[in-house]
């Protein structure tokens, strides 16, 4: 099923309606009465048909999730005739997690709906003076092939730039040389542990790795498992 742009606006709308309130730390999407700025964009578009990626996703892990639901990049950092849909990530790529990017959805040419911690909530705004343009910009427009499912392979799975930390909540967890059980050990984990990383990859009926920086070169841990839809169906900690 294509993505319905109407949809994940109406949806919009709909949060704002209901009065939804701004937090990072909730559901992130609504469902408990609090959301944040990916966390409602992210709830949107599903509504509107988008593949169920594992996880609520954050503004790093959303452009190569817009870009595998039919969505073109057609402006970084620079000026562009904006459409209603086409969907704004601010932020610079790779760390713009947290209160460091945001994202809004264009309703028209000038205004914006997205929800925001000044005005704690769902709202509709001006893009001039609202959008933070001085953290840099990436803009998403909905091609006419939009999809509803991955375009990679399932062979070789889905990859894309995320950061954070991820904390154990099992024992025993493989750190390793690469994203395959049969790489080298490096170390074995903990409960208890954190691991801050930097990009992410998952394969169906496989897991969902992490990669860690570090002073050799990187490592990779999986994080959990997935099923033959590419979908998490287990998590061995808590994403932050």
């Known amino acids: 099923?294509?993505?319905?742009?109407?949809?994940?606006?109406?949806?919009?709308?709909?949060?704002?309606?209901?009065?939804?309130?701004?937090?990072?730390?909730?559901?992130?999407?609504?469902?408990?009465?609090?959301?944040?700025?990916?966390?409602?964009?992210?709830?949107?578009?599903?509504?509107?048909?988008?593949?169920?990626?594992?996880?609520?996703?954050?503004?790093?892990?959303?452009?190569?999730?817009?870009?595998?639901?039919?969505?073109?990049?057609?402006?970084?950092?620079?000026?562009?005739?904006?459409?209603?849909?086409?969907?704004?990530?601010?932020?610079?790529?790779?760390?713009?997690?947290?209160?460091?990017g945001h994202v809004v959805i264009f309703t028209s040419q000038s205004q914006i709906i997205h929800c925001n911690y000044p005005k704690n909530g769902v709202t509709i705004d001006n893009e001039a003076t609202t959008c933070p343009y001085s953290m840099g910009w990436y803009v998403y427009r909905l091609s006419?092939?939009?999809?509803?499912?991955?375009?990679?392979?399932?062979?070789?799975?889905?990859?894309?730039?995320?950061?954070?930390?991820?904390?154990?909540?099992?024992?025993?967890?493989?750190?390793r040389s690469d994203k395959k059980t049969s790489s080298k050990l490096i170390a074995r984990l903990t409960k208890g542990d954190v691991v801050k990383y930097d990009r992410a990859y998952k394969a169906p009926n496989n897991y969902i790795w992490i990669r860690q920086k570090r002073a050799s070169g990187y490592a990779w841990i999986a994080t959990g498992e997935t099923d033959k839809n590419n979908k998490r169906v287990s998590s061995w900690g808590n994403f932050y």
């Open 144 to 175: 006419n092939s939009s999809k509803s499912e991955p375009s990679q392979p399932n062979d070789k799975g889905l990859e894309w730039i995320e950061s954070g930390s991820f904390k154990l909540i099992e024992n025993n967890v493989a750190l």
């Open 1 to 100: 099923m294509a993505i319905n742009i109407e949809t994940a606006i109406n949806h919009m709308e709909s949060l704002k309606a209901k009065g939804v309130t701004y937090s990072m730390y909730g559901s992130r999407v609504g469902t408990d009465g609090t959301a944040d700025c990916s966390g409602a964009i992210f709830a949107s578009l599903r509504k509107a048909g988008a593949y169920n990626p594992g996880w609520i996703l954050n503004t790093d892990s959303m452009h190569a999730w817009l870009l595998n639901l039919g969505f073109s990049c057609i402006a970084t950092n620079k000026e562009w005739t904006a459409k209603r849909g086409d969907i704004v990530i601010f932020g610079k790529k790779g760390a713009s997690g947290g209160a460091a």
